[in-house]
């Protein structure tokens, strides 16, 4: 029996998310691990990094926490051969990856403003 057209697509698009994801985690470990950062160490890296993705059939994606992923990834491949400064550059994308990373926490973490004031009715 063939897979149906919509767990094809299906597949493509966790494909190209995870895709993403690994992109996105090896630059941000590559930006935070590395001691002495170059513009032609950060190019290599980004050029090894793109082989995967461009493997990959880019979706559209329409999630927010999605979106600005695949925002901040185009980000870093705009950095490939800029001027710019590589410190600035640094600060720049380990900025958007800490944003990313708490609007995704924001979401998943939701604090309960009265809860002691379920209590009350005991004493």
């Given at each position: ?49 793109l082989k ?50 708490k609007s ?19 004493e």
């Open positions: 029996m063939a897979a149906s057209q919509k767990a094809i697509n299906n597949a493509n698009r966790l494909r190209y998310i995870r895709a993403l994801e690994r992109f996105h985690k090896g630059m941000i470990s590559y930006l935070m691990n590395t001691g002495k950062l170059t513009h032609k160490g950060f190019n290599k890296k980004i050029e090894n990094s995967l993705l461009n493997r990959i059939e880019e979706i559209d994606l329409y999630k927010g926490e999605l979106k600005d992923l695949q925002i901040l990834v185009k980000k870093m491949i705009s950095y490939k051969d800029s001027e710019e400064d590589i410190d600035n550059i640094k600060e720049e994308l380990l900025h958007g990856s800490n944003q990313l990373d995704k926490n924001a979401k998943r973490y939701k604090k309960d403003k009265h809860a002691n004031a379920k209590y009350d009715d005991w």
